[in-house]
């Protein structure tokens, strides 16, 4: 039976064991990730079929509504043995007094969600890590091989322990930043998240200098079977001497043999699946759930957190 947990009610170290038997991009769910992005986040539970759903949820004009906090890609319903059925069953589930509902679902396919549910493809793309890094940059496309060759000709250096600081110095000074609309609560949630990251060893931030500058960096998870590509970013001036391609091969370098995935959390961007696909990326789908409670005025009104 689906029960519906206030956070208070949550047995955190019986959440993370059943996390663990689940398969898929779990560290997104785990209790350390979603206290420091949603501080207060509630639950779905069915402990007889080894099921969860994190109910991250945010108040505005004095609705709750559930929503994907940031930088998390996606959350939904995680199982031991995962179900279409179930997905459904957990979503008309999701109490009444959240009038939105505007995340995104590890799960693929769901059956049975009920009326007013609209589900939109996502693409995630994975690069297979499980063996040599040379049978990894086989797989590369002749492009980025070369584009990899030239970063390494052109004085980059790769610094593989960027404090967790220096990141997000990099990220809110950079050009793009303006231009991705973070809010203060993002902000305090990515800062959240890198820290904890960082902190708990959990993951490491990787950056590419040229005569001591960052040009690129990224923030990196290790968890389970994978490593995930946080958050990351590359300067204007990193492009022409292919920093991100050179970042990324030696990320894949240092997972190589040892995970099964480089999940570079992204993406449905043409351009950016690209070039990812350039790595020799899988894609792999997750869903954007979309479901409206609220009365016809507020209908379109901004719900960032």
Known sequence: MIQHLRHDRIDKAAWDALLDRCDGPVWYARSAVLDAACPGWEALWDAERGALMPLTHHRRWGIPYLFQPFPLQQLGVF??????????EFL????????????????????????????????????????????????????????????????????????????LSFLTT????????????????????????VGRGEGRCVAVRRDGRVLAAGCFVQHGDRIIFLKGLALPEARPVNAMHLLIDRMLEAGAGRVRWLDLAG?????????????????????????????????????RA
């Open 79 to 88: 199982a031991a043995v995962p179900d279409a059925r179930l997905t459904g």
């Open 92 to 167: 008309r589930a999701v109490p009444q007094r959240f009038r939105l509902v505007d995340i995104y679902l590890t799960n693929a396919v769901v059956e049975g969600a009920g009326t007013g549910w609209r589900f939109t493809p996502r693409q995630d793309q994975l690069v297979r890590s499980d063996r040599s890094i040379a049978a990894v940059r086989a797989g590369y496309s002749e492009n980025h091989a070369r584009s990899v060759r030239r970063a390494e000709r052109s004085g980059l250096e790769v610094d593989m322990a960027l404090g967790a600081e220096a990141f």
């Open 174 to 197: 950079a050009p793009q930043w303006a231009g991705w609309n973070v809010g203060a609560r993002q902000l305090a949630s990515l800062q959240g998240l890198v820290r904890s990251v």
């Open 267 to 303: 993406s449905s961007d043409p351009a950016l699946a690209r070039f990812y696909a350039g790595f020799g990326a899988e894609p792999t789908l997750y869903l954007h759930a979309l479901l409206r409670r609220f009365p016809v005025g507020l209908r379109g009104q901004s719900t």
